[in-house]
């Protein structure tokens, strides 16, 4: 026994893993720094590495094996913030229980803008409209703003407290201290000045006033600032939810439950209940529970969520599928390969997460600006009292002066920059088909050099399309499309989808079809009678004609003993080098005519890269198709062999747009499926087709609601042209700023007076950002 323990111990010693790697879920993050901070702390201990994004609120983080995970969470807590580690999945084997629904985390904020919004908006009507200044008004003023101000701008004060400890300083410091300031200020001036005795009256005026400034209240300047504020940061909130949006909507694209087949009886069971080497049915029209190999049975299956590829893949047994994707035909028996993290469309969710984490969230440039901006503002405020005070200028002009200061520098028209413009811009863009998801995707728009456009839903329309008929000599086109369309009336194929659909708007009704048969991956077959309608007294009236008709590829004719004449040869090999689909129609034992059957190219998309290349961008072309019908398509629409990558998977995808990064490139990706999420994500700007998948849509910045590509040409002068603006408000909100400070701490500027310049910066901003309800499409202007 002691020989063998030596092997004992051996073996398990690689068992144990020197580290292992655990998520945590950070709360109270405000912005970038935030995320940073988490990060500091957590590397501090030892043999801990971790990296933070703010983005998905996530901490990514590598322990030794034998650490805790309960210490990470202190040591986030010790620095402010929230962590906890998510709920582990499922053993093997047992049932999911129903996701609890997740708090929608918008909603609080939401009824903190709303209630701010009620109480304060009649403070601003009273303080800037004289006539509405009744008796005992300023207390009234007093009554609705301090809640707006101590409870609407609380999460300013505790991120303001949180800095502090820090030692950090942003816009939140700012936003606390000169609401808090305000309401000190009016306070004083309600119990121990002037402002509180009846009739009190507050002229909304721009001259500066020799008094000490304890007469007057600057209720409305702190209840509008906290309003002005949470309105920005409700509709921040609101677009930092999409990554965690769009890795929801890419696992529930799995099938929810699955039929085993156990002891040769099916039983319904969730699909977390599957292990590898179980066979379970897939029904046609049911998803294919997990990755797996085909067992018994012969089906179409559409792939194209995970390839991209718009013709269902023929599958028998012995081929592999890909869990998510449908059955579009037969009866199939199923043997699970791999399940839960280790499938296909797991490991796309996991390339879309990784994409996002290594996208990081742009700071604000407010954020970056009021990180020196504040300190200063601060330094100078306590500077100016300190300066009257040993001047002897006396405690309440001091106070006034300091105040003046704190309010001038209150950034009020700050946030009203970003959302203003973003609100009159993404308005304006929805008019146009554009959909912009936050201010922080904006900034790359300028950068811009290169689009890739996915081929399949983007560059085409993702449907097959009837593109011409051949008939060979002396053969009836009409009669060649009657017959065809008449026999694949029976199949749910695309293909024949698309016959049928070309046959009827052309023909109108079609005739029925007797003794229909489906040869998987070849095509169909059927007889076909017509009943003669000719003359009253002709003999051939009423006459019954069958014809026995094959529809499919000439491998199907070929079992049938039927040869193609070289005019079908030569139509047939023409439309594979242009990397179309040749189906073959024959009758009565002769091949009649080649159907040629592609993916429809949308009619705007020439225009479209020709549009593109006018804003000084290089178009490419990015497929899961093949080479031949790769560059049939660019053929079609203006880009050349050398801007088309083509055979490539959803991995691929990312690859190349990580490729055309890394060589300097400024990459924007536009795509419509879910096998373009990760790539919509790892591009510097993702742009999604609003008429593809949801996951597309949430894991991109901009979305084409329109769903026509003409619309990435309006996105991207629109999402520019926002960027200038919400710059420019940000330039003149700190220019109002830095102009009246100098003002401010001379004593030359009453308090009163600084809140009327921010209001009047507000409105500047607010104006300027309406100039977006102008942007007029250079599409539209064109025609």
């Given at each position: 026994?002691?020989?063998?323990?030596?092997?004992?111990?051996?073996?398990?010693?690689?068992?144990t893993?020197?580290?292992?790697?655990?998520?945590?879920?950070?709360?109270?993050?405000?912005?970038?720094?935030?995320?940073?901070?988490?990060?500091?702390?957590?590397n501090?201990?030892?043999?801990?590495s971790?990296?933070v994004?703010?983005?998905?609120e996530?901490?990514?983080?590598?322990v030794?094996?034998?650490?805790?995970?309960?210490v990470?969470?202190?040591?986030?807590e010790?620095?402010?913030?929230?962590a906890?580690?998510?709920?582990p999945?499922?053993e093997?084997?047992?049932?999911?229980?129903?996701?609890?629904?997740?708090?929608?985390?918008?909603?609080?904020?939401?009824?903190?803008?709303?209630?701010?919004?009620?109480l304060?908006?009649?403070?601003?009507?009273?303080?800037?409209?004289?006539?509405?200044?009744?008796?005992?008004?300023?207390?009234?003023?007093?009554?609705?703003?301090?809640?707006?101000?101590?409870w609407?701008?609380?999460?300013?004060?505790?991120?303001?407290?949180?800095?502090?400890?820090?030692?950090?300083?942003?816009?939140?410091t700012l936003?606390s201290?000169?609401?808090?300031?305000?309401?000190a200020?009016?306070?004083?001036a309600?119990?121990?000045?002037?402002?509180?005795?009846?009739?009190?009256?507050?002229?909304?005026?721009?001259?500066?006033?020799?008094?000490?400034?304890?007469g007057?209240?600057y209720l409305?300047?702190?209840?509008?600032v906290t309003?002005?504020?949470?309105?920005g940061?409700?509709f921040?909130?609101?677009?930092?939810?999409?990554?965690?949006a769009?890795?929801?909507?890419?696992?529930?694209?799995?099938?929810k439950?699955?039929?085993?087949?156990?002891?040769?009886?099916?039983?319904?069971?969730?699909v977390?209940?599957?292990?590898?080497?179980?066979?379970?049915?897939?029904?046609?029209?049911?998803?294919?529970?997990t990755?797996?190999?085909?067992?018994?049975?012969?089906?179409?299956?559409?792939?194209?969520?995970?390839?991209?590829e718009?013709?269902?893949?023929?599958v028998?047994?012995?081929d592999?599928?890909?869990?998510?994707c449908?059955?579009?035909?037969?009866?199939l028996?199923?043997?699970?390969?791999?399940?839960?993290a280790d499938?296909q469309?797991?490991r796309?969710?996991?390339?879309?997460?990784?994409a996002?984490?290594?996208?990081?969230?742009?700071?604000?440039?407010?954020?970056?600006v009021?990180?020196?901006?504040?300190?200063?503002?601060i330094?100078?405020?306590?500077?100016?009292?300190?300066f009257?005070?040993g001047?002897?200028?006396?405690?309440?002009?001091?106070?006034?002066?300091?105040?003046?200061?704190?309010?001038?520098?209150c950034?009020?028209?700050?946030?009203?920059?970003?959302?203003?413009?973003?609100i009159?811009?993404?308005?304006?863009?929805a008019?146009?088909?554009?959909?912009?998801?936050?201010p922080e995707v904006?900034?790359?728009?300028?950068?811009?050099?290169?689009?890739?456009?996915?081929k399949?839903?983007?560059?085409?329309?993702?449907?097959m399309e009837?593109?011409?008929?051949?008939?060979?000599?002396?053969?009836?086109a009409?009669?060649?499309?009657?017959?065809?369309?008449?026999?694949?009336?029976?199949?749910?194929?695309?293909i024949?989808r698309?016959i049928?659909?070309?046959a009827?708007?052309k023909?109108?009704?079609?005739?029925?079809?007797?003794?229909?048969?489906n040869?998987?991956?070849?095509?169909?077959?059927?007889?076909?009678?017509?009943?003669?309608d000719?003359?009253?007294?002709?003999?051939?009236?009423?006459?019954?004609?069958?014809?026995a008709?094959?529809?499919?590829?000439?491998a199907l004719?070929?079992?049938?003993g039927?040869?193609?004449?070289?005019?079908?040869?030569?139509?047939?090999e023409?439309?594979?080098?242009?990397?179309?689909t040749?189906?073959v129609?024959?009758?009565?034992?002769?091949?009649?005519?080649?159907?040629?059957?592609?993916?429809?190219?949308?009619?705007?998309?020439?225009?479209a890269?020709?549009?593109?290349?006018?804003l000084?961008?290089?178009?490419?072309l990015?497929?899961?198709?093949?080479?031949?019908?790769?560059?049939?398509?660019?053929?079609?629409?203006?880009?050349?062999?050398?801007?088309?990558?083509?055979?490539?998977?959803?991995?691929?995808k990312?690859?190349?747009?990580?490729?055309?990064?890394?060589?300097?490139?400024?990459?924007?990706?536009v795509?419509d499926?879910v096998?373009?999420?990760?790539?919509?994500?790892?591009?510097?700007?993702?742009?999604a087709m609003?008429t593809g998948?949801d996951v597309a849509i949430?894991?991109s910045?901009?979305?084409?609601?329109?769903g026509?590509l003409l619309?990435?040409?309006?996105?991207?002068?629109?999402?520019?042209?926002t960027?200038?603006t919400?710059?420019?408000?940000?330039?003149?909100a700190?220019?109002y700023?830095?102009?009246?400070?100098?003002l401010?701490?001379a004593?030359?500027l009453?308090p009163?007076i600084?809140?009327?310049a921010?209001?009047?910066?507000?409105?500047?901003?607010?104006?300027?950002?309406?100039?977006?309800r102008r942007?007029?499409?250079?599409?539209?202007e064109?025609?």
């Amino acid at each position: 026994m002691s020989a063998s323990t030596p092997a004992q111990t051996t073996a398990v010693t690689p068992a144990t893993p020197p580290e292992r790697r655990l998520e945590l879920l950070i709360g109270g993050m405000t912005c970038a720094s935030c995320a940073n901070r988490v990060e500091r702390k957590l590397n501090k201990l030892d043999g801990v590495s971790a990296s933070v994004n703010y983005a998905t609120e996530k901490a990514r983080v590598s322990v030794p094996h034998d650490l805790d995970p309960a210490v990470l969470v202190a040591q986030v807590e010790a620095a402010g913030y929230t962590a906890e580690l998510p709920a582990p999945p499922p053993e093997p084997g047992e049932p999911a229980g129903a996701p609890a629904e997740p708090d929608d985390p918008v909603g609080p904020l939401r009824r903190r803008v709303i209630v701010s919004a009620v109480l304060a908006a009649p403070v601003i009507a009273m303080a800037m409209v004289p006539s509405l200044q009744f008796t005992y008004w300023q207390w009234i003023s007093l009554t609705l703003a301090a809640p707006v101000v101590v409870w609407g701008a609380w999460p300013f004060h505790r991120a303001t407290w949180t800095n502090l400890r820090h030692g950090a300083a942003t816009m939140d410091t700012l936003v606390s201290m000169g609401t808090l300031a305000a309401l000190a200020w009016s306070l004083y001036a309600l119990l121990f000045g002037t402002a509180g005795v009846p009739g009190m009256v507050h002229p909304f005026t721009f001259k500066a006033s020799s008094a000490d400034g304890a007469g007057n209240i600057y209720l409305e300047v702190a209840a509008g600032v906290t309003l002005f504020i949470l309105v920005g940061r409700y509709f921040e909130a609101r677009s930092k939810r999409a990554a965690g949006a769009a890795l929801r909507a890419l696992l529930e694209l799995g099938a929810k439950d699955v039929a085993v087949l156990r002891e040769g009886a099916e039983t319904r069971v969730p699909v977390e209940s599957l292990a590898v080497g179980d066979r379970f049915v897939v029904r046609p029209g049911e998803k294919i529970a997990t990755d797996g190999v085909v067992e018994t049975g012969t089906s179409a299956v559409d792939v194209s969520m995970i390839t991209g590829e718009s013709v269902p893949a023929e599958v028998g047994p012995g081929d592999a599928v890909v869990g998510g994707c449908v059955n579009a035909g037969g009866r199939l028996v199923v043997r699970a390969t791999r399940v839960g993290a280790d499938t296909q469309l797991a490991r796309m969710a996991q390339l879309v997460e990784d994409a996002q984490g290594g996208k990081a969230a742009v700071q604000r440039l407010a954020d970056r600006v009021s990180a020196v901006f504040v300190p200063i503002v601060i330094a100078l405020a306590v500077g100016t009292l300190g300066f009257w005070l040993g001047s002897g200028g006396g405690a309440a002009a001091a106070f006034t002066a300091a105040v003046a200061v704190l309010i001038i520098a209150c950034p009020c028209a700050l946030g009203l920059a970003t959302p203003t413009a973003l609100i009159v811009g993404t308005g304006r863009g929805a008019q146009l088909g554009v959909l912009i998801k936050g201010p922080e995707v904006l900034e790359s728009t300028r950068r811009i050099d290169t689009v890739v456009l996915d081929k399949t839903g983007t560059v085409t329309t993702g449907a097959m399309e009837l593109l011409g008929v051949h008939p060979a000599d002396g053969v009836d086109a009409d009669e060649a499309l009657r017959l065809a369309g008449a026999v694949e009336h029976g199949s749910e194929h695309p293909i024949a989808r698309a016959i049928v659909a070309a046959a009827t708007a052309k023909l109108g009704e079609l005739p029925g079809v007797a003794e229909f048969g489906n040869h998987a991956g070849l095509g169909v077959q059927g007889v076909v009678t017509d009943v003669v309608d000719g003359p009253e007294n002709s003999p051939q009236n009423g006459t019954v004609i069958a014809h026995a008709v094959l529809v499919g590829r000439p491998a199907l004719l070929a079992e049938h003993g039927i040869e193609l004449p070289p005019s079908l040869v030569t139509a047939r090999e023409q439309a594979e080098r242009d990397g179309r689909t040749a189906i073959v129609v024959s009758w009565d034992g002769v091949a009649r005519a080649v159907l040629v059957v592609a993916d429809a190219i949308r009619p705007t998309s020439a225009e479209a890269v020709r549009r593109l290349r006018e804003l000084g961008l290089t178009p490419m072309l990015l497929t899961g198709d093949n080479q031949a019908a790769a560059r049939a398509v660019g053929a079609r629409i203006g880009i050349g062999p050398d801007a088309i990558i083509a055979d490539v998977l959803p991995e691929d995808k990312v690859a190349v747009v990580q490729r055309l990064r890394s060589e300097g490139r400024v990459v924007a990706m536009v795509g419509d499926g879910v096998n373009d999420a990760a790539a919509l994500a790892t591009a510097d700007l993702g742009l999604a087709m609003g008429t593809g998948t949801d996951v597309a849509i949430e894991a991109s910045d901009l979305t084409l609601v329109r769903g026509d590509l003409l619309a990435t040409v309006d996105a991207i002068r629109l999402a520019r042209r926002t960027l200038t603006t919400i710059r420019g408000n940000l330039f003149w909100a700190f220019a109002y700023n830095v102009a009246a400070l100098p003002l401010a701490a001379a004593g030359m500027l009453n308090p009163m007076i600084a809140g009327a310049a921010m209001a009047f910066s507000s409105v500047f901003v607010v104006t300027n950002s309406l100039r977006l309800r102008r942007f007029r499409s250079a599409v539209r202007e064109s025609r």
